[in-house]
């Protein structure tokens, strides 16, 4: 919840000019809704995608306060956030309203940003792999392989979200690799191969290289590093420096 409408059009021409000629990332902004289609107007012709924080799992109806996908696709809206770890401690998201967010989205053609991850509490029980596990299989219930080329899975462990607190690189590889493997169980080796794999919690210009270093880490969800251009473009920049 960050940014005037004046305030994500200026964040979003300054990121243009700063990263106009980057090649071989793709990348996505998440404005918050009232800046929406304002941002969506400055970001054509640019390679910039758009992404939602959120959305609802029903096309319309009484349910006040809440945004369709329908609303989003006519917007031009590619990528939608589903269960930050933000949504589920202080909204009520659940495992299964996350599952039907997804495929709400699917439906509509948009590419959910699928996210997961344990507390703090869960990693000093030793519980990180069952939490993980029970988010994969209840979060893509019912998602067709086909389905699931079209996801992109965000690990955010939720102690390292905005805490200052960042996991190793091989702390997060780990459960990388894990989830890749759960995702082969599921679905095929080609598709686990194919998901892109994001790793989300405190990523700054400073430690994305040694993130983005690890095998099965594809890709970043940043969060108050992106609210800056200056330090959002370096962590897109991350194979120049």
Not at 102 to 115: D, S, T, Y
Not at 148 to 153: A, E, F, L, Q, T
Not at 192 to 217: C, D, F, H, W
Request: hydrophobic share 40%; aromatic share 8%.
């Amino acid at each position: 919840m960050n940014k005037t409408v004046e305030e994500a059009i200026d964040l979003v021409r300054q990121l243009k000019a700063s990263i106009s000629n980057v090649t071989g990332v793709e990348v996505a902004v998440a404005p918050p809704f009232t800046a929406f289609y304002a941002v969506s107007q400055e970001l054509k012709g640019s390679f910039i995608r758009l992404a939602a924080q959120n959305v609802f799992y029903e096309e319309k109806g009484a349910f006040t306060g809440e945004v369709s996908p329908i609303m989003l696709k006519e917007i031009g809206c590619q990528y939608v956030i589903i269960g930050h770890s933000e949504r589920r401690q202080f909204f009520g998201e659940t495992d299964e309203t996350v599952n039907r967010k997804i495929k709400a989205g699917l439906a509509q053609g948009l590419k959910p940003i699928f996210c997961i991850g344990e507390t703090l509490k869960e990693r000093e029980e030793g519980k990180t792999f069952s939490v993980i596990e029970r988010q994969i299989e209840s979060g893509l219930r019912g998602i067709t392989e086909g389905e699931m080329r079209s996801i992109v899975i965000a690990y955010e462990p939720v102690w390292a979200i905005g805490t200052g607190k960042t996991a190793t690189p091989q702390q997060a590889e780990e459960v990388h690799r894990f989830i890749r493997e759960k995702l082969e169980r599921l679905y095929t080796r080609e598709i686990a191969e194919e998901v892109r794999i994001q790793y989300g919690g405190s990523v700054t210009p400073e430690n994305i290289k040694g993130l983005m270093g690890q095998e099965n880490i594809d890709g970043a969800l940043v969060g108050g590093a992106s609210l800056k251009s200056e330090t959002f473009s370096k962590i897109v920049r991350f194979n120049e420096m």
